[in-house]
Nanobody, 122 residues
Framework: QVQLVESGGGLVQAGGSLKLSCAAS????????MGWYRQAPGKERELVAG???????YYADSVKGRFTISRDNAKTTVYLQMNSLKPEDTAVYYC????????????????WGQGTQVTVSS
């Protein structure tokens, strides 16, 4: 089992910055990739940024150059630095962790945080 706790959301004016964090606990050894999704009212959930244990990061075209995803040395916490925020960035942001069978105890499963609200005013 993996538990994810998100923090850092809030209200910011257009052009401002926020930094989201997501702390994983439980069977963190099972986690391979982590990422951030967002969902705005009336819209589908979309992948914003992803970061695997190894390899290149991924960014949606809409946030490329403005957002930066990172992980700590233990790879149990993932961050999303959001700069030059726009009103269209307003959404609930969800942390995601992919559990993969990298160990015998690990199952293949996707875990989700509770979500944190980001509101960008014009």
């Amino acid at each position: 089992q993996v538990q994810l706790v998100e923090s850092g959301g809030g209200l910011v004016q257009a052009g401002g910055s926020l930094k989201l964090s997501c702390a994983a606990s439980g069977d963190t050894i099972c986690i391979s990739a982590m990422g951030w999704y967002r969902q705005a009212p009336g819209k589908e959930r979309e992948l914003v940024a992803g970061i695997p244990s190894g390899g290149s990061t991924y960014y949606a075209d809409s946030v490329k150059g403005r957002f930066t995803i990172s992980r700590d040395n233990a790879k149990t916490t993932v961050y999303l630095q959001m700069n030059s925020l726009k009103p269209e960035d307003t959404a609930v942001y969800y942390c995601n962790a992919e559990s993969s069978p990298v160990q015998a105890m690990c199952v293949q499963f996707d875990y989700w945080g509770q979500g944190t609200q980001v509101t960008v005013s014009s």
